[in-house]
């Protein structure tokens, strides 16, 4: 370790940014990650935490400052994690996603061009789903966002991100909770009742979805919040209470009972109408999404007579749109309301060429393979771990011409990519779209053929 203590000022260089939105400084070959300092900078940088291989330090002052800096919003946005890119200009946002895929490849040695990142088409209020705590903090239900790496909640009512309406849905939602004093969960001794609040918006739609997630099997008061809510909220089409007894960081329980309305919302994407569970995936940045499928659909190059496998299908999104123009789609997703929403959306949109199995990816694949299911076309879409080694493992016997892998985790796509190139499977060019403006996350694009 460079001699360096807690609480230590000192004026650094920094020459990079980590994938999280932290400057990076060396200081005598020691990585300092700096909170609000970006790669350029000089920055007077206190440090507030020292482990043997690297440390942690927020900017006290900017010395020289970065042409790709922006005039922040909020400190809040930063310190919850909210928004940590919100000092980077939009156009260095998109740089960086597309640099952050490019250093991956390079260190496992994969010779991919990565394109320009694709623009969303709103930087900010794009957000169509919110899932927000709701803690009590001096002596008042709050709602808000926990700071980084901890449990204290930080009372927001502008999310920044997220669509304005989600936003004064929560602060409605919040007074009525205080007006009948309902409790705040209390995560220190499992008491109180409500945990979360989780809105839901279609973006085309307007239809609004709430649910409560509650520690208790009932809601003080419920006749009456519903009926507030309803008065207040003529979107709401939907309200949800969400059972969670147990101590854990997952948000929605298994249970789940509809108080008032639908069971669902509906949203539209390109000419198809969704429906959307309260426990379905659906793509957080609607109007990007629909540039993001046509990525992945251009990528499929379908003719007509294509056999499909979209897997971690969801509600059938991608499935529905590429069956338009494929003889047969079967799509894997492991959330059994998720696959019932997709099943109805084809039966709604008038798509008969699609078929939804419920199950593990790595699963339904290998029985798929046994049953010498031959797809032309295999369209992934994990969530952040990637592909399971032995989904991977399927692929490779089954060896479907052309697979289309969307990604929202470069790390594991470049795993990913490494592995199914052990059955000729290669890559040319990876697209990422910016699917989350203002935060680290990287969406792309990468078609795999066979030689
Ligand atoms: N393609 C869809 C969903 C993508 S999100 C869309 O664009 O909307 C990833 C999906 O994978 C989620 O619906 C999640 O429930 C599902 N999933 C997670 N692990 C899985 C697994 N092991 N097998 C199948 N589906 C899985």
Redesign the pocket.
Known sequence: MANLAKNQELEVNVTDLTYEGLGVAKVDGFPLFIDNALPGETVRAHITKLQKQYGFAFTKEILKKSPDRVETKSRIYTQTGIAPLQHLSYPAQLTFKQHQIDELYKKQHLDIEVLPTIPSPQQTGYRDKAQVPVREVNGKLETGFFKRRSHVLVPITDFYIQDPAIDEAIVIVRDLLRKYNVPAYDEIHNGGVVRNVMVRRGHFTKMMMIVLVTRTRDLPHMAEIVSDITAALPEVASIILNFNPKRTNVILGSRSKTVWGQDYIEDDLLGSTFRISAQ????VNPEQ?EN??KAAIDGAQLTGNETVI??????????LTMARHAKQVYG????PE?VEDARVNAAANGIKNVTFKV??????MRTWRDQKLAADVL?V???R?GL?PE?TEAVGSMLPGRIVY?S?NPATLARDITALGEFGYKATQTQPVDMFPQTQHIESVTVLTRD
């Open positions: 379905s995936f659906y793509q999404t993001l499928y979209d897997a971690y299908s969801g509600i059938g999104t991608i499935s894997v997703e492991v959330v998720a199950g593990k990816a790595e699963d339904v369209m879409d994990p969530p771990k399971a989904f969307v929202c």
